[in-house]
């Protein structure tokens, strides 16, 4: 961490100040990170008691519903206890482990929303060579490569940034230890670890939407030359829950990480935009993949039945 660091920790603004919000707060946050955590175990329980779990597809899944578990509790469990106990400090080592975390596992997300778009890709514009091409020795070094590459990119801007001396004031204006207001307190030239970050946002964000975007691209087109409509729409539907989530993820980081500037606006609107991120599209995840996958909902269902009968 450096000797020139006197600030041993900070303290987490959060989203209000306001006495009458905190309890309305707690129960929201505390009600979507329950909501969040059942519908991934919903995914990961329903997955691996099917009869033939081991296809590209639950393997996926899986990955996706682990990565949100992990993502969600790193910021959840410290909003909860700062807003029920009204202190709202973390430490240096906690902020570090907060904000390496929270990138790497968000990072790691696009890389591998990249890789099930592809296998959609592959489902609908190739389904006579899906087995072929998603076979178990692809699509694991894929999704491991997702993870490994994740940590790389992260791992080095977080300990560049965490060695900068931070002198004061230890305030950040924001629920958890995003980039930005963290770059404010260092009392340090931060341009390089600001053109390495906006480097590492460009190809994790740019680069992989790039990829999600060309699939779907394909499977608009696959679907649009189905003579019959009906099969059409079948196609095309069977990716809409993964378009959301694309759509939702995507355009917050954007917003956050490349599109917007800096400031007192800036910080306001990144707060409420991260909600999206860290809030929304978690909870909803779970809930778009197995509602809107009818492999899933089947197996969903016939161990429901057993359980009832």
Same mark, same amino acid.
């Given at each position: ?7 041993? #920790? ?6 209000? %100040?306001?006495?009458?919000?905190? !309890? ?12 969040? $955590?059942? +519908?991934? $175990? ?7 008691? %099917? ?5 590209? !597809? ?10 949100? *578990?992990?993502?969600? /509790?790193? &910021? ?10 009204g202190y709202k400090t973390i430490s240096l080592a906690g902020c570090f482990l907060q904000f390496f975390f929270y990138f790497f596992l968000g990072t790691t ?9 592809? %296998?959609?890709?592959?489902? &609908? ?7 072929? *091409? !998603? ?22 801007s977080s300990s560049i940034t965490f060695q900068q001396p931070f002198c004061g004031p230890n305030i950040i204006h924001h629920f958890f230890c995003d980039s ?8 340090? %030239?931060?341009?390089? &670890? #600001? ?8 190809? /994790? ?13 394909? *499977?608009?087109?696959? /679907? ?9 729409q079948k196609a095309f539907s069977t990716c809409s829950s993964h378009i959301i989530v694309v759509s939702l993820f995507y355009g917050s980081c954007i917003f ?6 800096? +400031?007192?606006?800036? #910080? ?33 269902? #016939? ?7």
């Open positions: 961490m450096g000797n020139s660091t006197t600030v041993a #920790e900070f303290v987490l603004l959060g989203l209000s %100040d306001a006495c009458e919000l905190q !309890m309305l707060l707690f129960l929201g946050f505390l009600l979507t990170y329950l909501l969040t $955590l059942l +519908g991934n $175990l919903l995914i990961l329980v329903t997955t691996l008691m %099917d009869r033939c779990p081991h296809t590209a !597809m639950y393997y996926l899944l899986c990955n996706f519903a682990v990565l949100e *578990i992990w993502f969600t /509790s790193v &910021i959840f469990p410290k909003v909860l206890t700062n807003i029920l106990t997300e696009f890389l591998l929303l990249a890789v099930m778009s592809f %296998d959609r890709y592959v489902a &609908i514009c190739n389904p006579l060579c899906y087995a072929t *091409i !998603m076979r178990k020795k692809v699509y694991v070094p894929l999704v491991l490569c997702s993870w490994m590459a994740g940590f790389l990119l992260i791992i080095v930005f207001p963290l770059l404010e307190l260092i009392c340090a %030239d931060t341009s390089l &670890i #600001e053109l390495l970050g906006f480097i590492v946002a460009n190809f /994790s964000l740019l680069g992989t939407l790039s990829v999600t975007a060309t699939c779907y691209g394909h *499977i608009l087109y696959t /679907s649009l030359r189905i003579p019959s409509a009906k099969e059409s956050v990480y490349i599109w917007s500037g800096k +400031g007192g606006q800036r #910080e306001n609107r990144s707060k409420v935009v991260a909600l999206l991120n860290t809030v929304v599209t978690p909870m909803v995840n779970p809930f778009i993949y197995t509602l809107r996958n009818k492999q899933v909902k089947q197996v969903l269902r #016939e161990k429901v039945s057993k359980l009832l009968s």
